[in-house]
T-cell receptor
Framework: ETGVTQSPTHLIKTRGQQVTLRCSSQ?????VSWYQQALGQGPQFIFQ???????GRGNFPPRFSGLQFPNYSSELNVNALELDDSALYLC??????????????FGPGTRLTVL | AQSVTQPDIHITVSEGASLELRCNYS??????LFWYVQSPGQGLQLLLK??????LVQGIKGFEAEFKRSQSSFNLRKPSVHWSDAAEYFC??????????????FGKGTHLIIQP
């Protein structure tokens, strides 16, 4: 069984640029959630996708957007990057019922640095 | 809105000693509670979770946690720690929004240091 994978591992961007992060969910999982983890903090929920539709969103501005594809892989897009967007971005997939009560399996994350 | 507090930023324990990591939550109804562990440069691994039923939950790697509604707590315990347990530990509660349950709300984490 393949776990959650994310790409790239590391990324460096400059302020004002746009970035796309990718996530492949664990086999059989149709729900993907994205989290932002700033240095020394716990992860913060950005949004969740279930069957290609946004299923919930945390307190993040609209310049954070996402997509989920028919194979349940997902993208996180961030426009107009700010210095505070520097963080570890975590993707998690969960089992088919689409409820947060299901276990969320996390990928290793993408480390984004904004200069 | 739900919230999670982990009062201890750092905890140092000798190898072989017992461990208890504290977690307090704020939530109106019965919460769904989780403990995750994160090793340096790694993603999060689920240790255990509580939804309902027996308030003492067993997890992986010899960890257990006890749900105490009266104290709004979900403390993580291990009877004897190993050097490999050194990591960051996060307590989390399920988020419930208008559309139903979606993401997790995490505490800020407790950094566990193991002394030889």
């Amino acid at each position: 069984e393949t776990g959650v994978t994310q790409s790239p591992t590391h990324l460096i961007k400059t302020r004002g640029q746009q970035v796309t992060l990718r996530c492949s969910s664990q086999s059989g999982h149709n729900t993907v959630s994205w989290y932002q983890q700033a240095l020394g903090q716990g992860p913060q929920f950005i949004f969740q996708y279930y069957r290609e539709e946004e299923n919930g969103r945390g307190n993040f501005p609209p310049r954070f957007s996402g997509l989920q594809f028919p194979n349940y892989s997902s993208e996180l897009n961030v426009n107009a990057l700010e210095l505070d967007d520097s963080a570890l971005y975590l993707c998690a997939s969960s089992t088919p019922s689409g409820s947060v009560a299901d276990t969320q399996y996390f990928g290793p994350g993408t480390r984004l640095t904004v200069l | 809105a739900q919230s999670v507090t982990q009062p201890d930023i750092h905890i140092t324990v000798s190898e072989g000693a017992s461990l208890e990591l504290r977690c307090n939550y704020s939530y109106g109804a019965t919460p769904y509670l989780f403990w995750y562990v994160q090793s340096p440069g790694q993603g999060l691994q689920l240790l255990l979770k509580y939804f309902s039923g027996d308030t003492l939950v067993q997890g992986i790697k010899g960890f257990e946690a006890e749900f105490k509604r009266s104290q709004s707590s979900f403390n993580l315990r291990k009877p004897s720690v190993h050097w490999s347990d050194a990591a960051e530990y996060f307590c989390a509660v399920a988020r419930w929004s208008g559309g139903g349950a979606d993401g997790l709300t995490f505490g800020k984490g407790t950094h566990l240091i193991i002394q030889p």
